[in-house]
């Protein structure tokens, strides 16, 4: 589905305020370590969720740009300035899932993968095959959000080997926005 120039109808409007609501409580100025098992071996991946991370994640065009999460932040978000980009709806129907990526018996982890479309160096992804977290690492070492998958429209990970978590941890790194 392809709608550049339509505004977001209700259910995703919907989708968006329950999504940003879930992410502002579980994610916003967090670092999720991951700790799993890979042949024997424990390895860890922690990830750092900001603000400004949210916006990319919902596949939005939003006229303000990154100002997405402060306008729904301050409940002053223009409806009219929301427009569908490629994968929108979809995004925004994983975005309201996103506490799986906090529940040790719902998610396992894949590394490195090249693909056609997408490149990452992690992938965070639901058992039940809902949703995906695409990860990337930077020159600090941190792992940052690179792209929200919905898996029930896409078969492209399902040959890849998956490791089991086996803890996750939780660290705020602010305490106010």
């Not at 991951?34 to 860890?44: A, G, V, W």
């Not at 040790?104 to 490149?119: A, D, F, M, P, W």
Request: a positive charge; charged letters at 25%.
């Amino acid at each position: 589905m392809l709608f550049l120039k339509n505004y977001l109808n209700n259910k995703d409007f919907r989708n968006l305020l329950r999504g940003f609501n879930l992410y502002k409580d579980l994610l916003n100025n967090k670092i999720i370590k991951y700790t799993y098992l890979h042949d024997k071996q424990y390895k860890n991946v922690s990830i750092k969720f900001h603000h400004f991370n949210f916006y990319h994640l919902t596949g939005i065009n939003y006229k303000r740009g990154s100002k997405l999460y402060k306008d729904l932040s301050d409940n002053k978000v223009n409806r009219n300035l929301l427009f569908y980009q490629k994968y929108t709806s979809w995004k925004l129907e994983s975005l309201v899932h996103i506490a799986q990526l906090l529940n040790i018996n719902c998610v396992n982890i894949t590394e490195s993968y090249r693909g056609t479309h997408l490149e990452f160096s992690n992938l965070i992804k639901s058992k039940k095959r809902i949703l995906a977290l695409a990860i990337d690492i930077n020159s600090k070492g941190y792992y940052y959000c690179k792209s929200l998958l919905n898996l029930k429209h896409t078969n492209e990970y399902n040959n890849l080997k998956f490791y089991p978590i086996i803890n996750i941890e939780v660290i705020n790194t602010k305490e106010k926005e």
